[in-house]
């Protein structure tokens, strides 16, 4: 029988789309300030691709990085107009990309909450 991976796969996820809402609320702060260049954090396939799984520190003193934190990178698209002061933030992309996280989220914990009935339902009393 192989190992459920579920639980560990959901909770990357939700790990990465804390940060994407992170990097998406940098930008929606900054809308005003000038030079600002938006940011974007790379796709979810590609970060599990390459952060895949890492060990888990086995003492509070040892020192992990955050290794989605490395996906987050700057972003000039075509089609965001640039304000004149040289700040590349789209607002209204901004905010609909905060519904994605959002619905992504709610998905996320859905799955996680429909997984663990299946399981219980597999455990006779």
């Known amino acids: 029988m192989q190992p459920i991976q579920l639980f560990e796969l959901t909770s990357k996820q939700a790990h990465w789309l804390t940060v994407?809402?992170?990097?998406?609320?940098?930008?929606?702060?900054?809308?005003?300030?000038?030079?600002?260049?938006?940011?974007?954090?790379?796709?979810?396939?590609?970060?599990?691709?390459?952060?895949?799984?890492?060990?888990?520190?086995?003492?509070?003193?040892?020192?992990?990085?955050d290794p989605m934190r490395g996906a987050v990178r700057s972003e000039r698209q075509n089609g965001v107009e640039v304000l004149p002061s040289g700040n590349s933030v789209n607002?209204?992309?901004?905010?609909?990309?905060?519904?994605?996280?959002?619905r992504m989220y709610e998905l996320n914990t859905g799955m996680v909450k429909a997984f663990h009935k299946m399981m219980l339902l597999t455990v006779r009393k």
Do not use: C, W
């Open 91 to 102: 607002l209204p992309d901004e905010l609909s990309k905060t519904g994605e996280i959002k």
């Open 20 to 65: 994407r809402q992170s990097v998406v609320a940098g930008n929606i702060a900054n809308v005003n300030t000038p030079g600002y260049t938006a940011r974007e954090v790379a796709a979810f396939e590609a970060v599990m691709k390459e952060t895949g799984t890492r060990m888990a520190a086995t003492h509070p003193g040892h020192i992990q990085e």
